[in-house]
Nanobody, 115 residues
Framework: QVQLVESGGGLVQAGGSLRLSCAAS????????MGWYRQAPGKQRELVAV???????NYADSVKGRFTISRDNGKNTVYLQMNSLKPEDTAVYYC?????????WGQGTQVTVSS
């Protein structure tokens, strides 16, 4: 089993920045892919950013150039640096990791961007 704990969400004005953190614990070896998803009210959960093998990254078009995903293997933590935030970024952000054929999710952290 893998446990994921997110932190760093909150309320910020448009144009501001936040950094989300996700710490992994438990059986963490062979975790190849870690990422962030978000779900806004009334919408489906969507991919925000993913990092594969600690170096290959992929971003949703809506966040390219504004968000940066990174991973600290020594701390078993993945980060999401979010800059130039927009009201449409408001959502619950979920950390995800893939270990073998298993998907694991964190409990989510709320990000609210006011206009």
């Amino acid at each position: 089993q893998v446990q994921l704990v997110e932190s760093g969400g909150g309320l910020v004005q448009a144009g501001g920045s936040l950094r989300l953190s996700c710490a992994a614990s438990g059986i963490i070896f062979s975790i190849n892919t870690m990422g962030w998803y978000r779900q806004a009210p009334g919408k489906q959960r969507e991919l925000v950013a993913v990092i594969i093998s600690g170096r290959v990254t992929n971003y949703a078009d809506s966040v390219k150039g504004r968000f940066t995903i990174s991973r600290d293997n020594g701390k078993n933590t993945v980060y999401l640096q979010m800059n130039s935030l927009k009201p449409e970024d408001t959502a619950v952000y979920y950390c995800n990791c893939v270990r073998g054929v298993q998907n694991y999710w964190g409990q989510g952290t709320q990000v609210t961007v006011s206009s």
